[in-house]
């Protein structure tokens, strides 16, 4: 989502930098707006460098074309993000002064507001401070507390801007809350699964779950209640998400068929393994000096099962998203997926090109449907770009919600 972040000038002007930077990881796009005072005390450069973005400076900014800024950003932002948050800029928040960039781009906005206030004590607690503060909390803005402790002015007591941590924190919940998925429900399931051969071997394959948690942590962010059914990866689950572990393709397959009737969409990123020992040793095997053949029978089909339950049961939900990792012929094999599995969707996703498919942060994909609504690549762009696992996991819920808003039976009651 894209982020509009006011900088300040306070002495914390310097922790902004690491909130671009936990913004960004967290997936966003950060505009940076700095107040005149506060490139008294960091640089533009540091949060161009880190924003990848120019940043905002000046509400009369040289070589404007006749797009007012202030106005277009208010209205693409999804949340404006004030850190530090001066005694000035509350004050003009307050009372609706609009003298510079970031005033103008409060009142114009209809974002939700997340400021973290830092300044002096004595200035913190001037009643002119607080009533400001109040009112801005009265009228929905976020107020994240600045700590306590050794201030720059050499006094000690409360008025530290927040860790940037807690900052982006904030910022996370606030989006979370103001999400587009609110009210539904999403399953997803996400990295390889483990199909042990005894107690120390397993048959796997390469996946991270780095695309799955990507989903989990977008429709997380969108406010919706997301359950993710997760096979063994080294990821760290994102916040305000169900967690469900699970080793092997049986116990993902159980536990996805268990909770579907009760979600809106099952979207299955997992790289599930399609082959298992037809027994698992419970001692360690033994090497065997002549070699190994090892017996395997197929593992549940979760998205065929799944898609056969659906239409047996006569339902509309939960919408079913597949993904298809082929190295070949990739649409045409997605296309046969989605019919055969009765699906709605499925994500094709070409694993032999460089930056897509496993262990990376990037990939590429080519949304295939059944042909009822325009999922294909862009017209004129037959090969789909490599783009961020995060950015394929915004589309892929924006056309989720689209296809939720078009159904109209609920997925309970
Ligand atoms: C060294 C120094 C540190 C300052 N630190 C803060 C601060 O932490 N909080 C604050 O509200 N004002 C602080 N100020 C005062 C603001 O910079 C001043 O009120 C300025 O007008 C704020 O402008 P802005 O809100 O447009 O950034 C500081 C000033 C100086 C010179």
């Known amino acids: 989502m894209l982020i509009a972040l006011g900088v300040c000038g306070g002495i914390g002007a310097y ?65 404006l993000v004030v850190a530090p948050a001066t005694a000035n800029i509350i004050g003009k928040f307050a009372n609706g002064v609009a003298d510079d960039f970031l005033s103008s781009l409060y009142l114009a906005t209809k974002a939700p507001v997340v400021i973290a ?4 004590t004595n200035m913190l607690e001037h009643e002119a401070v607080q009533h400001n503060l109040a009112s801005l909390v009265a009228r929905g803005v976020h107020v994240v507390e ?11 007591g409360k008025g530290r801007l927040a860790e940037p941590e807690a900052v982006v924190r904030a910022a ?54 997301v359950v993710l059914v997760t096979g063994p990866t080294a990821l760290q689950p994102p916040p305000a998400v169900e967690v469900v572990r699970v080793r092997r393709a049986a116990e993902m397959h159980a536990v996805v068929m268990h909770r579907a009737p009760d979600v809106d969409a099952v979207i299955m990123a997992a790289a599930v393994a399609d082959y298992t020992p037809r027994r698992t040793e419970t001692e360690k095997m033994p090497k065997q000096a002549d ?22 049961a006569g339902r509309e939900r939960p919408l079913l998203i597949g993904f298809a990792a082929e190295t070949s012929a990739v649409d045409a094999k997605a296309r046969e997926k989605l019919r055969r599995k009765k699906v709605d969707l499925i994500v094709a996703n070409d694993i032999s090109r460089e930056g897509a498919g496993f262990e990376v942060d990037t990939n ?4 295939i449907d059944d042909g009822t ?33 078009r159904k109209t039976q609920p997925a309970r009651g």
């Open 172 to 225: 996370e919940a606030v989006l979370h809350s103001a999400g587009s998925l609110k009210g539904r429900k999403v399953l997803v399931t996400a990295g390889p699964t483990y199909e042990d051969l005894d107690p120390v071997r397993f048959i796997s394959n390469r996946s991270s779950g780095k695309m799955g948690y990507a989903i989990a942590t977008e429709a997380a962010t969108r406010g919706g209640e």
């Open 364 to 367: 590429a994909v080519t949304f």
């Open 373 to 405: 609504q325009d999922f294909g690549p862009a017209p004129g762009r037959d090969v789909p770009a490599i783009r961020s696992k995060r950015e394929i996991a915004s589309e892929l819920l924006d056309r989720v919600e689209a296809m939720l808003a």
């Open 117 to 120: 206030p830092a300044m002096n």
């Open 291 to 312: 070699g190994l053949v090892l017996a395997l029978e197929r593992t549940p089909d979760i998205l065929g099962d799944l898609g056969q339950w659906r239409s047996t």
């Open 15 to 79: 922790k902004a930098v690491e909130i671009a930077r936990g913004l960004q990881n967290n997936g966003h796009d950060v505009v940076a707006i700095m107040t005149r005072s506060a490139r008294r005390f960091v640089g533009p450069l540091t949060f161009e460098a880190i924003t990848r973005r120019r940043v905002i400076t000046s509400q009369f900014a040289e070589g404007a074309n006749a797009d007012i800024e202030h106005i277009s950003l208010a209205t693409a932002a999804s949340l």
């Open 146 to 156: 600045p700590g306590a402790g050794y201030l720059a002015c050499g006094w000690i």
